[in-house]
């Protein structure tokens, strides 16, 4: 089946087989494995993108359920210039990653969530990132970036 996408503003158009899930697209296809594969159950939230701006686990859309889409993946992030977007810089800042497998997912999750809400609480920071798993940290220093990123993007007064 052909499949044609905007990813990270560059239009792609592929044959895929219909079976094919977007995370694999993207990672076998496109090159780009940041986007991890974690459970492909929809457990972990390691392969997390954003799909016209909302954030999905890609293991879990079919890449011609994609088709005609906008997807930004973790490499979509930085601008032109390489200046890493204010999460991802608040990642880096906070220390909020430690092996990092987890941590693409979790970026995407984090704009989608500022998106929609701002200005949000300690809480519902923990809330929002419920379907994204980290093994190996507390959580701490991820909320603390995602609040961090809240207010560099310019919504806290």
Known sequence: MKVEMTVNGNLESHDVE????????LRDT????????????TSCGACTVLINGQSVKSCTVLAVQA???????IEGM???????????AAFQECHGLQCGYCTPGMVMAITSLLKENPEPTEEEVRVGLEGNLCR?????????????ASRSL????
């Open 136 to 148: 190996c940290t507390g959580y701490h220093n991820i909320v603390e970036s995602a609040l961090m």
């Open 78 to 88: 930085a601008s032109e210039d390489g200046t890493m977007h204010p999460v991802q």
């Open 154 to 157: 310019g919504v806290h007064s």
């Open 67 to 73: 088709s005609g889409d906008d997807v930004t993946t």
């Open 30 to 41: 496109l090159a780009l494995t940041g986007t991890n594969i974690g459970c492909d159950t």
């Open 18 to 25: 219909a079976r094919t899930l977007l995370v694999n697209y």
